[in-house]
């Protein structure tokens, strides 16, 4: 009978300062007991006043693991990103921004093709205008490189193959030896914390969370959260391994991270530290709970979270407008009499939206960009599917 039960005590993080350990258990004198009586009504107030600001400094000031942030070499740490494209660099700079805003200490780095250039030429020159605002404004270093990509097949029906052909780019991090520590992150996300205190982690090559949606049938490591310690060697032989196995299914950086690791990596629990937005579609969520008697309550999964990854297949990625027609079959289902005008327990749906009104909002306030047009849904018949360069390619598929 295992009875769903809440989380019991919300992250300290999250939770306004306590002041109890300051007060004497037992006031010795009655005029003692009043003054302390009236110091935390006062005390009281203030916090309840100052909530917000409050949880913001202590976050600023504390690491989630309790170490103190100062006296840290910060510049031995870093956050990388890559962006292969317009989208993807606004959804960078998106990231960097909330670094800055939730006050994280490390150094940001940024991969961009060695193709594009830092004058803006024209007013509508957005890609110029974004790399020279993370410069700027958010203290990026920009790094020019010759981005890489892999000719290896996705699903054939997947319409972002583009951003799985580019993804061995994160490997470029692991070229980055200046630094002790590297923390990559997808940059389809939005971030609820800093994760300055990841970079204390003890000594291993990388550390990954799994990914906990196709558990338990596989136990894979997912690459949208990597803490890498850099290394020339890693790096070379991760970029070797993508040159040998490009133009086979399925083998992207991803795969590729879980051949080289999965037996010597630092799990990372993924609760607490990612959240799929489709996994506020989901009735059953023991998988993310990793226990089938945790009671779900989304609030509590977003106040855990370090970051909410956008992946709802078929549904496009947030910067492309929904196709109407394929959203009321993929938005959450209300828990209570779902579809009627009674309807109730819509929570997880509110937040759903909310998550990507949020990054919407964020896009075309920070990088002044509009949404992209909504694909048509279903998709029309193929004439394009995507293919391999060359005809040998073709003969390798096999059965
Ligand atoms: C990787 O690092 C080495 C030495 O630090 C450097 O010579 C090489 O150019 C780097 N490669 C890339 C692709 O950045």
Redo the contacts with the bound molecule.
Sequence with gaps: MPTGTYPKVPRSINVPPSNSQHWNPRPRTFRRSRILAFVALLLLVLVWYSHGPTVEVKKKNKLRNGLSPDGVDWSRYAYSQYATNGAYLCNSIMAFDALEKLGSKADRILFYPDNWDLEVTASDDRDSQLLVMARDNYRVKLIPMHMQSLKAKGKEEDEWEETWDFSINKF?AW?Q?QYERVIHFDSDVTLFQHMDDLFFLPETPVAMPRAYWELPKTKKLTSVLVVLKPS?TE?EALMHASYTSEGQVHRFDMEILNDRYQDSVMVLPHRGSILLTGELRNEDHSNYHGNDYDYWDVDEALAETRFVHFSDWPLPKPWIMWPNNLLPEVLPKCKIKPGTPDEAGCRDREVWRALYDDFRTRRKDICRLLSVPAPQWPPPPKMTKPKPKTDDKKDKKGP
């Design positions: 470029l070229n030896t020339n790096y």
